[in-house]
């Protein structure tokens, strides 16, 4: 066997160490998903009795903020990327155009952004599958980079990859994939390296002939090779529905009243509309007999109020700014949660987000065209005859991520500056159509300019005087 004991210890010590950090990554992906419900209620059942928690549970208010935030950090990908390659042939272009289509890169990759602004972290997995490559994001409750480098303590050197649970020598216990550059074995949580698996692959040896670890990790943290969990998401998005979940169950008491009475005889009362009560009070009593009730009541303005300060504070942390806030806050209108998000400006965040997938799908295609693929094609495992020469390399461009702003806020101030005569025509242009290029710039100047002329007709002296001679003469008829 390739892989030595201590590596195996190595693995499963450190899968068992992060056990916490998937655990918290498995809660964020299934409320991702749309499984927030059953936090909320395990959360309730801790809190309250079992006669209140069963009077909340129909009034929870799963209202997922998680996954409205996540999609709106997760846009660097909805304007596609342009892929480049450098020092390379036209079958070099060919090839990169056959894999792009069959890896649905862009759709791929921007379910790895979704996943990267979820846990900090994603693992980009490329494969086979009927003779066509592919490629996942592969979510981080299930997947664990470690490693043994002393130089760069963040660049991995073994691949755990979590496969599920079995059944074996009676228990239950989890299968690990181990990866690195010159090594897979599969074992179990307990130890056991899973023979079969070896012998349905045709490796034995428990080689990794690529020569590399066949995935790209990409990784927010600059320092930790598995970041700490933001504790602040997974709270704050459970946080959010449970009070407003609180605020309905206020609602519901705050709706009916409490009866009470004081030293007198209740017999066969029922409480409905126009009910009539026949109450007698207690003889043996020297006090007065009463009857009263209680209503409770709740500021509903301000503890809605009290949510939308605690959602915005919660984006200030993470460095978002949350738009319209400023107005909102005051209206206490809960609304005003779902157009902070609509209207937040994530900026400055998606733009350091391009510095980590630029250098992920540089790494990315690194090892497809050095490694994977000439791998692949010695194996036959790919339906084409191309093959990426020696030299050439992929790079990508991403286009700059522009804060979000209404059309129409841009036009008014072009419109100023156009008056000013600080800018031109072109330039405002290109600022309202940054996708355009300049021959596309100049010929919509030129539309423009056409539309905008109105061709005049100036008639010549000879007409104009026969035409006066006309208006002449009819007068002269008509006296």
Known sequence: MAISKEMISYAIDGFRKA???????????EIYEGNLLKFIEEDFADSFSPESYKAICPRISPINVLKRIVDKL???????????????????????????????????????NELFNLHKTTTLEPYVDEMLPKLRAVPSDRSLMLSQDKVDPTRPTMWVKYMGNIQYKGETVGILYIYTANDFIPVTTSGDILEGVLIESENLNGSNDVGAIPAVYINRSYHSILPPVDTDMLRMTKIIPVLLSDLNYSIMYQAFSITYTVDIDVENVRHSPNSIWTLKSDPTSDKKPE???????????????????????????????????????????????????????????????????????????????????????SQRMLDTNLSFSANCKIITEFQEQMPMTRRSEVLKDIIIELDKGLTTKKRALQILNPEMKMDELDELLEEIGEERTTTVEVPDEADDMDNDADESSAGLENV
């Open 291 to 377: 009857v009263g009730s209680i209503k409770p009541s709740i500021d509903i303005t301000e503890v809605n109020q009290h949510i939308m300060s605690l959602f915005s504070m919660w984006l200030h942390s993470k460095g978002i700014r949350p738009g319209t806030i400023g107005q909102l806050a005051g209206q206490g209108d809960i609304s005003g949660i779902s157009k902070m998000i609509d209207e937040m400006d994530t900026s400055e965040d998606r733009q350091k987000q391009v510095q980590h997938f630029m250098k992920a799908e540089s790494q990315l295609w690194q090892l497809i065209t050095k490694k994977l693929h000439p791998y692949w094609m």
């Open 19 to 29: 056990q916490p950090t998937l655990a918290h990554n498995h809660s964020l992906f």
């Open 74 to 112: 997760s846009t660097i990908y909805s304007k596609p990327p342009k892929r480049i390659v450098v020092n390379g042939t036209p079958q070099d272009q060919e090839l990169l155009n056959w894999y792009e289509e069959n890896m649905q890169i862009n759709a791929t990759m921007n379910i790895a």
